[in-house]
């Protein structure tokens, strides 16, 4: 038993160290990203990834209780250089670097500065989350 536990431990490093990633890897479609609002669920936050212009951006959509879906840089003003991102914890998202605990519903263009989860601007058209790919580029500069 504590040998199969070594070689789940071992793995998980192993994977992790060549850029395995819960995030989903995205395809900008032109010049935006787009996602079925069926993929999120209530205060369920999914993470994904693209890459634009060689860099790999990663971002998360979540929908509030009251329906809203917001959408964040995996990436805060404060904590980006650790490289960490945030986890969800029931209705909030952690901070894994520092972790400050932001909840779900407040995440938004006014929660800003810190290590609030840096607002993405998205939209919602025709059952689709849209993220333009400009926006995503102008967080290029949370991922070094």
């Known amino acids: 038993m504590r040998s199969n536990l070594l070689i789940i431990m071992l793995c998980t490093v192993v994977l992790t160290g060549f850029g395995f990633s819960s995030h989903k890897k995205l395809q900008p479609e032109g010049n935006q990203v787009r996602?079925?609002?069926?993929?999120?669920?209530?205060q369920k936050a999914v993470h994904y990834r693209v890459l634009v212009?060689?860099?790999?951006?990663?971002?998360?959509a979540v929908r509030g209780s009251d329906g809203k879906i917001r959408t964040a840089l995996d990436a805060c003003d404060a904590c980006y250089r650790q490289r960490?991102?945030?986890e969800q914890?029931?209705?909030?998202?952690?901070?894994r670097n520092c972790n400050m605990a932001f909840p779900v519903d407040?995440?938004?263009?006014?929660?800003?500065?810190?290590?609030?989860p840096?607002?993405?601007?998205?939209?919602?058209?025709?059952?689709?989350?849209?993220?333009?790919?400009d926006e995503l580029?102008?967080?290029?500069r949370f991922f070094p």
């Open 35 to 42: 996602i079925p609002v069926t993929q999120l669920q209530t």
């Open 53 to 60: 212009d060689g860099r790999e951006i990663r971002f998360f």
């Open 84 to 86: 960490k991102g945030y």
């Open 89 to 95: 914890k029931g209705t909030v998202m952690v901070c």
């Open 106 to 116: 407040r995440i938004g263009p006014a929660a800003v500065g810190g290590c609030n």
């Open 118 to 133: 840096h607002h993405l601007p998205s939209r919602i058209e025709g059952g689709m989350l849209i993220i333009a790919v």
């Open 137 to 140: 580029r102008k967080g290029a």
